[in-house]
């Protein structure tokens, strides 16, 4: 009776380390990557699961595909095809913005200089 117990107690155990090890943070991945894969929009680099670089160039929701440019080729993935994304557009167009403000603010400077 006792050795029974203890068997069931292992097994119990067992399974809640595999879920803990092994079944939690693949789930856990695979929302990461779905989320990656639903924030994607025009201007974003990527890389394919073949390895290819490329910048997104339009993005289909309804056919749950990205057309991607590869220096002047354009070619056609399904979302699951992209592997990561290295740059985001807004981190690029921030950026741009931030520069532009920075002139701006020079040249505003200059002309209340010469006045």
């Given at each position: 009776?006792?050795s029974?117990?203890?068997t069931?107690v292992?097994?119990?155990?067992l399974?809640?380390?595999?879920?803990f090890?092994?079944?939690?943070?693949?789930?856990?991945?695979?929302?990461?990557?779905?989320?990656?894969m639903n924030?994607?929009?025009?201007?974003?680099?990527?890389?394919?699961i073949g390895g290819?670089?490329?910048?997104?160039?339009?993005?289909?929701?309804?056919?749950?595909?990205?057309?991607?440019?590869?220096?002047?080729?354009?070619?056609?993935?399904?979302?699951s095809?992209?592997?990561?994304?290295?740059?985001?557009a807004?981190e690029?167009t921030?950026?741009?913005?931030?520069?532009?403000?920075?002139?701006?603010s020079?040249?505003a400077?200059?002309?209340?200089?010469?006045k």
């Amino acid at each position: 009776m006792n050795s029974s117990i203890s068997t069931i107690v292992m097994f119990v155990v067992l399974i809640g380390l595999m879920y803990f090890m092994m079944i939690r943070p693949q789930k856990k991945q695979q929302q990461q990557h779905q989320e990656m894969m639903n924030a994607l929009k025009p201007g974003d680099e990527i890389v394919t699961i073949g390895g290819l670089h490329g910048v997104v160039s339009e993005v289909n929701a309804d056919k749950n595909i990205v057309t991607i440019d590869c220096d002047g080729v354009y070619l056609d993935f399904t979302r699951s095809a992209i592997a990561r994304v290295l740059k985001k557009a807004a981190e690029t167009t921030t950026t741009a913005t931030t520069t532009e403000a920075k002139n701006d603010s020079v040249v505003a400077d200059e002309t209340k200089e010469d006045k």
